[in-house]
Each structure stands twice: as C-alpha cells, then as structure tokens.
C-alpha cells in the first residue's frame, strides 16, 4: 500500500512533524531541566556565600560593617603566619600533586602490564580509602619516634600520608584511561620500530591526557583535606612545617575574627579556581 494512503494525506504528516519536537531539542530540554537543580543549589549554597565572604573582606566591623577596600588584605598578606601557611601549602601542593601522579601513572602501567605483582597490587590498592583516618594516625605515631613529628620531618611524614592515601583512587582513574588506548596503536608503533619509551611518550602520555588533567584536580582537592592528618599529628598549633592554610582559618574561627577568615578564604579559594580553570582549559585544548 502506498505511503500517502496507510498514514494518511503527505500534507497532514507534514503538519504533524512540525508539532512535534526533534530528539537533540528533546535531549537538550531533558538535560536543563535535571541540570538546574544542581546549579540552583551551587549558586545558593556555594556561590551565593562565597560572594557574601567576598564583600565581607572588603570591610571592619559587624552587621553594617564600613569599606575599607584593600587594608584588609594587605595587613592578612603581611602577617607571618599567614605567609608561613601559605607557603607550606603550596610546597606541599607543589611536591605532593605531581608525585601523586607520577606514582599513580607507574603503578597503573604495572597493574595493565600484567607485571609480577599487579594482581596484588590490584587487590589492595584501594585500601587506604576505607581505612579512618585516626587509626591512620594513631599508627604513624606509634612507628614514627615523637621528635620527628615535632620536627621538619613532619612535613615528609604528612606528605607520605597524602601520597599512600590517595595513590590508589589516581591509580583506578589512570588505569580506566589505560584501558581505553587501542592496542593496535601499540602495534602498529612496534612494527614501524618505536621503543616501549617512545610508545610511552607520543602514544600512552597523549592518550592519557584527560585522565591525567582530572587526577591532578582530584589531587589538588584532596592535597587540602591532608589537613586532618595535619591535625591528628600536630593538634592546633603544630610544627612550622606543617602550618598549613587551614590552621591557619581554623585558628582565625574560633578567634573570632572573622574578617582575616574571610580574606584567608578569599585568597586560598582563588587560586585553587585559577589553577582548576587552567587544567581544564588545557583539557580542552588537548582534546
């Protein structure tokens, strides 16, 4: 039977198409309307009370407090215990982040090698993760003699911790990104004569590329909370070398005083964005 006469007349099917909505619309409508929830809730409990912090910084005094513009940041910024969290923090960023993933990135090789050992390695990776953190603590203090802790090898302790912790979660992401490199590329490398080093430097690293760039804003999210252990280890006021950004917000809170809390928030929160935004717009550009 002809296709006019089973559907009916060709200008009525028209008619009826044009009611109807396309898929990518429908997709793109069904996507805003389970999207907004999160964004209504980023911006009202997030973003709303992040620019709250950011005009309180601006200003001295309580309920109507008066604008003082930068005074406040310049007195925050000449503090020395500021300047000793702050630059504990981002030593710790600056070695704790890329050994992170350099250890995540050579034990994910060996565990997708298949090598001697990777299958134990595989098993009890993601152990640290389920272990709390005070019985994390309470070990580390039994092993590691008092006047280390109480001394500039506390950093390095605190810093051991952060990488045995949080190895094995970059570990499971670098491995996911592994798997999805074909296998032929490695093939056809071999066959034109490239090296496991070459392979490694224009097929492995290239690939993994957006694995790589999320791990490192995992790492720099869970390189802040290393300040539990920080904590547990040291107590309100540790050793100078592990006085970090968040001791030095903690102490400022239960001091009251919160305009050097909310100049510290500013100024940790900036560049943990800036460096966020820049993973990602490298990210981009990769892909």
Not at 193 to 215: D, E, H, K, M
Request: proline share 6%; charged share 15%; glycine share 8%.
């Amino acid at each position: 039977m002809p296709e006019s006469k089973r559907n009916g007349p060709i200008w009525m099917n028209k008619g009826k198409q044009r009611g109807q909505m396309s898929l990518p619309r429908r997709r793109g409508l069904l996507g805003g309307i389970l999207f907004f929830p999160i964004l209504a809730g980023t911006l009202l409990f997030f973003a709303l009370p992040f620019c709250m912090v950011v005009g309180f910084s601006f200003g001295f005094g309580g309920g109507q407090a008066r604008f003082v513009g930068a005074e406040n940041y310049l007195k925050v910024m000449s503090s020395e215990s500021f300047r000793l969290a702050a630059g504990n923090t981002v030593k710790f960023l600056a070695l704790g982040v890329p050994l992170l993933l350099v250890l995540g990135l050579l034990l994910a090789l060996l565990i997708h090698a298949a090598l001697p050992g990777s299958r134990l390695c595989s098993r009890t990776i993601l152990l640290p993760l389920v272990l709390p953190i005070a019985s994390i603590v309470m070990v580390v203090e039994r092993l590691v003699p008092s006047p280390v802790l109480e001394s500039p090898g506390a950093f390095w302790v605190l810093l051991a911790l952060y990488l045995w912790k949080n190895c094995g979660y970059i570990t499971v992401l670098l491995l996911a990104g592994l798997s999805l490199i074909p296998e032929e590329l490695y093939d056809t490398a071999a066959i034109e004569g490239a090296n496991r080093r070459q392979q490694l430097c224009y097929i492995t690293l290239p690939l993994l590329a957006p694995s790589l760039s999320f791990s490192a804003v995992l790492g720099v999210m869970n390189n802040f909370k290393s300040y539990r252990e920080a904590f547990l280890i040291g107590g309100k006021y540790p050793h100078e070398s592990i006085y970090l950004l968040q001791h030095f917000l903690n102490n400022n809170f239960e001091n009251l005083n919160y305009t050097r809390l909310a100049v510290a928030s500013v100024l940790t929160a900036l560049p943990i964005v800036l460096a966020t935004v820049c993973v990602l717009i490298f990210q981009r550009r990769r892909s």
